[in-house]
């Protein structure tokens, strides 16, 4: 398994190896940065379109096409690393089973006429990298990869009616009715199986990137949030902080979930109650509104642990001096005092300052998956997903940018590239004009001085072919 994952840091040949053939491992001694395929970018050009004071807006080429007509438009932070640290993924893939177990090869489905000979996805991906960017990067060219191998492997299961329980063994084997009661009775079905085949995949590329970042003396994460059209039904698989919505004339449904030190703080505080040793003699487990101070002790104050969603009091003690896991205000709030995100991939040698205390145990790369099902839905022209990075949320909520859809959509109903012009919409209104050195919104706060990324995807072309 570990000769396998660590195969996935090379490129991949296009050719297919025979059983018997050596199998090299070559791995690169760096990676060099780019930005994302389907930008069609010259390292003249993403040097030239990387200057955070002008902070150009990125498109795909006119003759271009992402699939299914997907929009996408990115910009680059005003200044807060040297690099734009997102990345992003836009492509079908054909699930196909290898002849021989031991094979592994890639296929890439070249057009969406070829579904006859396998299974066609389509494949969304956002990256977005901390402490560099070389962990998101690696996850936008390897991810989808794993993803497919995993969903191969259980190729003949969710191809097969969806409505017969997944046996109890993959392969070679009838199951007895007592075992396939088993799945009756847990409630397993193809869903389940690719919710499985996608958390499966996100840990696999997370101990690649360990292993990557331990042989080249690198640091860094990212952030994960991919869609994943697959047999009539979208998987949205978030671990991190960007977002994805589903825009409509009339509501705005939430597609994911976001995970940080806010709104994973009870699952961070347990992990320190079972293992207090992660915490050093740096930190406590308890939250407090505030830090405790010395002249706190002996009196009763405002608290919460691990096992509670409401607030009580307790005794101030000397042990409560220290500071707490979880600390800060709003998007301030950081686990240890060092990360905001609960959940990505990479950061296995981040360490609280000054200190031999490691993060990442507090870190999970598994992701919540969420279902949506195409089929029981009808869709229009305006009806979109907004799939985007924090760098939009940090200045634009749901209804903000739904509201602006709506509108754009309608004023551009047969404009063959819409898509992408709501995208380059949507990334310009975050992103400001720059007045007085500083990047402003229409109403003068502060824009977002994020990298900021957004995919557009067309539901009414998407759901046509279920």
């Known amino acids: 398994m570990f000769k396998r994952l660590k195969r996935r840091t090379a490129s991949l040949s296009s050719s297919r190896p025979s059983p018997s053939s050596p199998r090299p491992e070559p791995t690169p001694t760096h990676r060099l940065y780019s930005r994302p395929h389907f930008l069609h970018q010259s390292p003249a050009e993403t040097s030239q379109n990387g200057d955070e004071r002008a902070r150009p807006v990125l498109l795909p080429p006119k003759n271009k096409k992402l699939p299914w007509n997907t929009g996408y438009a990115e910009v680059i932070n005003a200044g807060k690393s040297i690099l734009n640290e997102d990345q992003a993924t836009c492509r079908p893939i054909l699930l196909r089973k290898a002849m021989d177990i031991e094979e592994e090869w890639v296929l890439l489905c070249p057009n969406e006429d070829t579904q006859d000979q396998g299974l066609a996805a389509t494949y969304w991906g956002l990256f977005d990298g901390h402490n560099g960017p070389m962990a998101a990067v690696l996850t936008s060219e390897q991810l989808h990869h794993l993803i497919r191998e995993q969903l191969e492997e259980i190729l003949d299961v969710i191809s097969g009616p969806c409505n017969v329980p997944p046996p109890l063994h993959l392969a070679g084997h009838k199951g007895t009715q007592t075992e396939i ?91 320190a109650f079972l293992k207090p040793e992660l915490l050093g003699d740096a930190f406590s487990r308890q939250e407090f509104p505030r830090r405790v101070k010395r002249n706190d002790i002996g009196k009763k104050i405002l608290y919460r642990d691990y096992f509670m969603s409401g607030w009580g009091y307790k005794m101030a003690q000397e042990d409560d001096l220290k500071y ?31 200190t031999d ?55 551009q109903n047969h404009n063959p590239r819409r898509y992408t012009m709501l995208a380059q919409c949507l990334v310009n209104k975050a992103r400001g004009t720059l007045q007085d050195g500083d990047w402003k919104l229409e109403d003068d706060s502060f824009a977002s001085f994020d990298d900021i990324s957004v995919f557009v995807i067309p539901l009414l072309n998407i759901a046509d072919s279920v």
């Open 181 to 271: 009661s088993y799945g009756v009775e847990k409630n397993i079905c193809v869903e389940n199986l690719v919710k499985g085949a996608l958390e499966t995949a996100f840990k696999n590329c997370d101990e690649l990137i360990e292993h990557y970042q331990a042989s080249h003396n690198q640091a860094g994460g990212c952030t994960v949030l991919v869609i994943l059209r697959l047999l009539g039904k979208l998987y949205v698989a978030n671990a991190g902080d960007s977002r994805a919505i589903i825009v409509r004339k009339t509501e705005v449904l939430p597609l994911s979930n976001e995970f940080t030190a806010v709104t994973e703080r009870q699952r961070i505080q347990h992990l």
């Open 324 to 354: 707490p896991v979880v600390h800060g205000d709003g998007r301030q709030t950081r686990v240890m005092g060092t990360i905001a995100v609960t959940r990505g991939l990479g950061d296995h040698g981040l360490m609280v300052y000054d």
């Open 357 to 411: 205390l490691q993060v990442k145990p507090f870190l999970s790369c598994i992701p919540e998956v969420t279902v949506f099902d195409l089929g029981q839905q009808e869709f229009g022209q305006s009806d979109v997903i907004v799939m985007a990075t924090d760098g939009l949320w940090d200045v634009m909520s749901n209804k903000e940018v739904a509201d602006t859809s709506q509108r754009f959509l309608e004023d």
